[in-house]
């Protein structure tokens, strides 16, 4: 019977949404149990916020402060330690997960399964390979654990509905390395929506011209309370920053409303809105590529088209 940890992704003393749909891959395994582990050096609030994730066993705390600051050369040992036990560790896929899962797996001495998509069965999963192009049914060694991240536009995070689980710390001996420390976190700071959980997104390309002009963007977003990303092309031309580019090498989102405006739909961009709800798209060529995915096309000028889309929206 399977028994998978789930590690907990937190910020500021916030548990980060992607761990519940790491929690919903973890229930599809149908395992005997699913722990979450939390490390932090402030551990209760982000315990307690785990404890309420439907599905979730238990949470297990480690509060150390080496552990303040999310970084996955420190937490890895204490990972590879505490699973131990465990089939299976799941982490998000996001850039957290990504940096911590695959030294975790190198410590245990597997190999990491990448981007879990769907869970066939305890050890076969589907995930994504040449960008999103296909689908690849992996299977892993069931002698060994399985370190796998999880991608979290396919999942839906568990609800909160049930009685929380326990909380239990748990004390891990193990060294920690002191080649990497904390320096600085850089971070962007915004009012608006976080890109990745975000029900809405507006997302701008190379169409829209400039720095400057990516202000009809943020109106437009803010007027709907959307998150705003961009295509890599914009991003390069250092129209925004780049923690707003969605694609293949940037965010893989799965909002409910995707607006690309722009954007000519490159399969490195359509990547990472796959999992999208409803796609609209404004681009002034009618044969740009992005209209053979978007629900809605509207052929014509961004500069027109978005003003009177504001307009229209009271
Ligand atoms: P363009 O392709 O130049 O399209 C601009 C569009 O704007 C055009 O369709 C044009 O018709 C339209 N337009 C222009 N003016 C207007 C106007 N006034 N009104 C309306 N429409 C207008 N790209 C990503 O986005 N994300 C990634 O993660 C990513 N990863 C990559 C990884 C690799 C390994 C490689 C090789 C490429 C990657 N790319 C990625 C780049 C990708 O291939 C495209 O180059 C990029 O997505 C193009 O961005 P764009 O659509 O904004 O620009």
Request: net charge negative; with cysteine.
């Amino acid at each position: 019977m399977s028994k998978i940890l789930v590690i907990a992704e937190h910020l500021h003393g916030k548990l980060n949404p992607a761990t519940a749909r790491a929690v919903s891959a973890a229930s599809a395994v149908k395992p005997e149990a699913i722990d979450v582990l939390v490390l932090a050096d402030q551990v209760d609030a982000v315990a307690a916020e785990a404890a309420k994730v439907d599905g979730v066993t238990r949470v297990l705390t480690v509060a150390r402060v080496e552990n303040a600051h999310p970084l996955a050369a420190v937490l890895a040992p204490q990972v590879a330690k505490a699973a131990q036990g465990y089939s299976h560790v799941f982490a998000p896929s996001t850039t957290f997960g990504k940096d911590l899962a695959p030294r975790v797996a190198a410590l245990l001495g597997v190999a990491q399964v990448s981007d879990v998509m769907s869970v066939e069965g305890a050890h076969t999963f589907k995930r994504p390979i040449y960008a999103g192009n296909a689908i690849v049914t992996v299977e892993a060694d069931a002698a060994h654990t399985v370190v796998a991240t999880i991608r979290t536009a396919s999942w839906s995070a568990a609800g909160n509905g049930s009685s929380p689980a326990p909380i239990e710390p748990l004390s891990i001996d193990v060294a920690l390395p002191s080649h990497t420390r904390f320096v600085g976190l850089q971070q962007g700071s915004s009012d608006r929506p976080d890109l990745q959980s975000a029900s809405k997104v507006v997302s701008g390309g190379r169409g829209v011209g400039s720095k400057e002009n990516f202000d009809i963007i943020y109106t437009f977003a803010d007027k709907i309370g959307a998150a705003v990303g961009a295509s890599r092309a914009a991003v390069d031309a250092g129209y925004c920053p780049n923690e707003m580019q969605v694609g293949q090498t940037g965010k893989i989102i799965a909002p409910e409303l995707y607006m690309a405006i722009g954007i000519s739909g490159a399969i490195q961009h359509l990547t990472g809105i796959k999992d999208a709800g409803t796609i609209v798209a404004i681009n002034k060529d009618a044969e740009a590529p992005i209209f053979e995915i978007a629900d809605i096309g509207l052929v014509g000028d961004l500069f027109k088209i978005l003003p009177e889309l504001e307009a229209s929206l009271g």
